[in-house]
């Protein structure tokens, strides 16, 4: 028996031409199966603003959008290891954090970007609670998170619900005044500027303030009625390392990652359904970070 071979050639010539370096970004975070959050929406937000992105896993998360199932811590010295490797072969210019879950991750990332990393910006999202509820960030490293990783931010960028954790006191957030007077406070208490998100207040416009302890800005885009996409905190942080990363300015890069996650949520992609019968909504990280 004959076996016949068609020969299928390629009609674009192969070029040997490498191409100018990428600028390299580091996320130390979660990775998240569903895709929309943690690691995964990094490295998506980083390809679109044409980065380099490289990893450090903290946790494996076992999760979609409106509950996490599971939750695996990887060792420590694991988390040292990826982090020290990739300062080591790579030009990293900008890290951000993400899921850090406990005291002993937070110490190892601490330790280590101080003797690998300490000369590169780092944008830390506090993230201490999911949408769903579930906590991500276990009580005890609150402590740890404010005393050994938030003074060395070149920013800080929680939601409302961290920012409230974060002053403690039963300090509430409940309208654009009192968030002001958050962002100003935490900017004030740690010595680093902060990006305090407004996204979960009512209203028709999604209002963000950066206060660097001297300045004030506001960062305002439309707010959408009943569309809360899983993964914007991760992405938005993502978008302003990128920024970072670049050599923007911060107030340009926070102005460049709110456009950013605005188009994203504003194109954003549905599929399947919840228990309710509503469609899981998950950002469309293929829009322009173009300004």
């Given at each position: 028996?004959?076996?016949?071979?068609?020969?299928?050639?390629?009609?674009?010539?192969?070029e040997?031409?490498?191409a100018?370096?990428?600028?390299?970004?580091?996320?130390?975070a979660?990775?998240?199966?569903?895709?929309?959050?943690?690691?995964?929406?990094?490295?998506?937000?980083?390809?679109?603003?044409?980065?380099?992105?490289?990893?450090?896993?903290?946790?494996?998360?076992?999760?979609?959008?409106?509950?996490?199932?599971?939750?695996?811590?990887l060792?420590?010295?694991?988390?040292?290891?990826?982090?020290?490797?990739?300062?080591?072969?790579y030009?990293?210019?900008?890290?951000?954090?993400?899921?850090?879950?406990?005291t002993?991750?937070?110490?190892?990332?601490?330790?280590?970007?101080?003797?690998?990393?300490?000369?590169?910006?780092?944008?830390?999202?506090?993230?201490?609670?999911?949408?769903?509820?579930?906590?991500?960030?276990?009580?005890?490293?609150?402590?740890?998170?404010?005393?050994?990783?938030?003074?060395?931010?070149?920013?800080?960028?929680?939601?409302?619900?961290?920012?409230?954790?974060?002053?403690?006191?039963?300090?509430?957030?409940?309208?654009?005044?009192?968030?002001?007077?958050?962002?100003?406070?935490?900017?004030?208490?740690?010595?680093?500027?902060?990006?305090?998100?407004?996204?979960?207040?009512?209203?028709?416009?999604?209002?963000?303030?950066?206060?660097?302890?001297?300045?004030?800005?506001?960062?305002?885009?439309?707010?959408?009625?009943?569309?809360?996409?899983?993964?914007?905190?991760?992405?938005?942080?993502?978008?302003?390392?990128?920024?970072?990363?670049r050599?923007?300015?911060?107030?340009?890069?926070?102005?460049?990652?709110?456009?950013?996650?605005?188009r994203?949520?504003?194109?954003r992609?549905?599929?399947?359904?919840?228990?309710?019968?509503?469609?899981?909504?998950?950002?469309?990280?293929?829009?322009?970070s173009?300004?």
């Amino acid at each position: 028996m004959q076996i016949s071979a068609k020969h299928i050639y390629l009609q674009t010539a192969l070029e040997d031409r490498p191409a100018l370096p990428a600028p390299v970004a580091l996320t130390i975070a979660g990775s998240d199966n569903s895709g929309g959050a943690g690691l995964q929406a990094d490295l998506k937000t980083f390809a679109a603003f044409g980065l380099f992105g490289t990893t450090a896993v903290t946790c494996v998360v076992a999760e979609h959008p409106g509950r996490v199932s599971r939750i695996d811590a990887l060792p420590p010295a694991s988390v040292a290891e990826q982090i020290a490797l990739t300062a080591e072969a790579y030009p990293v210019a900008a890290v951000k954090t993400g899921m850090l879950y406990s005291t002993e991750i937070i110490e190892t990332v601490a330790a280590t970007l101080a003797a690998k990393l300490a000369r590169v910006p780092l944008v830390i999202d506090p993230v201490m609670v999911a949408s769903s509820g579930a906590v991500l960030l276990k009580p005890e490293a609150i402590k740890t998170l404010r005393t050994r990783l938030l003074p060395h931010a070149a920013l800080v960028t929680p939601n409302r619900d961290e920012a409230e954790l974060l002053l403690g006191g039963g300090k509430k957030i409940t309208d654009p005044e009192s968030l002001r007077e958050a962002a100003r406070e935490l900017a004030l208490r740690f010595g680093v500027p902060f990006l305090v998100k407004g996204g979960h207040l009512r209203g028709e416009e999604a209002i963000d303030i950066l206060h660097d302890g001297t300045e004030e800005r506001h960062y305002l885009a439309p707010m959408l009625a009943g569309v809360n996409p899983h993964g914007t905190g991760c992405t938005f942080s993502a978008a302003v390392a990128a920024g970072l990363a670049r050599g923007v300015a911060l107030p340009e890069a926070v102005a460049a990652g709110k456009r950013f996650i605005s188009r994203a949520i504003g194109g954003r992609f549905l599929y399947g359904q919840d228990g309710a019968g509503k469609p899981y909504q998950l950002l469309n990280h293929f829009v322009s970070s173009a300004e």
